[in-house]
């Protein structure tokens, strides 16, 4: 994996004007970064770092407590992972089709990344502004509780496929873990599984479920904290202090930097885009 290859340092961002010319030879493959990029300073760091943000409230001894720079890609990688997140005639993303078992499942060669989470902890929202950039994807999404639930492919031009899971909690139908469980086990095209968490609640009983499925199947997988707006900061640190504390004590293969989004104010989401992108190899 190059994300160890990937620190070339955000700080740059916002001390150099040569990176800033760089990054506008960018902006034809990336206009929506290129916006970004005009926010006042602090504002541009809370959308890009959240964390790095709520990491100023803590004592400057216990900063190296926070795992924050080991994905810590440069403005450069940022601008490259949007293009491959942008729709065009030469990079369609588009919905594939949907599975309920997993010899239904697209055979699709390409890498793939899957989100998992219980229901309602913004996970179509997650995957709905991870695809802004293709404002045609219609992320399809069964909201009745006991309805079956599916399995829903997302191509992202030739470069790899998006899942959305089920969502499991509340009144899951009792095909669900057998299909998540054959999906995460048999998968091999599967390179991340992204498991989202509600920042307001923090993890729940069930959500040990699918953190014990990934540690048994051994698969690498990534924790992405939801809704941050909902949170203040106090408590954003808080529980992103206790879930790390319970990734390096509990598992083994769970990504030690916590990624934290909003898919109210966007925050976090063009650093998961670039993180997606570097582990499907795309930014190689
Ligand atoms: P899913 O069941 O996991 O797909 O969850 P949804 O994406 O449908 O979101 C569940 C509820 O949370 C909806 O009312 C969303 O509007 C809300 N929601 C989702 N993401 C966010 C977020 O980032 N911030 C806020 N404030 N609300 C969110």
Do not use: W
């Amino acid at each position: 994996m190059a994300v160890s290859g990937l620190r070339l340092g955000a700080e740059k961002l916002f001390e150099m004007p040569a990176v800033l010319g760089r990054l506008s030879r960018c902006q034809s493959t990336s206009q929506a970064f290129a916006e970004v990029l005009r926010l006042p300073k602090q504002q541009l760091r809370k959308l890009l770092y959240p964390l790095q943000e709520v990491e100023r409230y803590l004592a400057p001894d216990r900063r190296q407590d926070l795992h924050l720079r080991i994905f810590n890609p440069s403005p450069e990688d940022i601008a490259r992972a949007e293009s491959v997140f942008k729709a065009t005639e030469h990079n369609r993303i588009e919905y594939v089709s949907s599975a309920i078992r997993m010899d239904h499942a697209p055979d699709l060669l390409r890498p793939e990344v899957c989100f998992i989470g219980r229901s309602n902890v913004g996970k179509s929202s997650l995957i709905k502004a991870l695809f802004s950039l293709a404002p045609e994807v219609e992320v399809r999404i069964s909201k009745t509780p006991g309805h079956t639930k599916k399995m829903n492919f997302f191509k992202v031009g030739k470069h790899f496929t998006v899942v959305d899971m089920p969502g499991y909690g509340f009144r899951a139908p009792e095909d669900f873990a057998d299909m998540v469980e054959t999906y995460l086990k048999e998968r091999s095209n599967l390179r991340r599984t992204f498991l989202l968490v509600d920042s307001v609640v923090g993890i729940q009983k069930t959500d040990n479920i699918a953190i014990e499925m990934c540690e048994e199947f051994a698969l690498p997988y990534v924790i992405v904290l939801t809704k941050i707006d909902k949170s203040s900061k106090g408590h954003l640190l808080k529980q992103v202090l206790e879930i790390q504390k319970f990734v390096s004590t509990k598992t083994q293969g769970c990504f030690p930097q916590l990624f934290a989004v909003s898919a109210v104010t966007f925050s976090g989401i063009h650093l998961l885009r670039c993180f997606i992108a570097n582990v499907t190899g795309n930014l190689d």
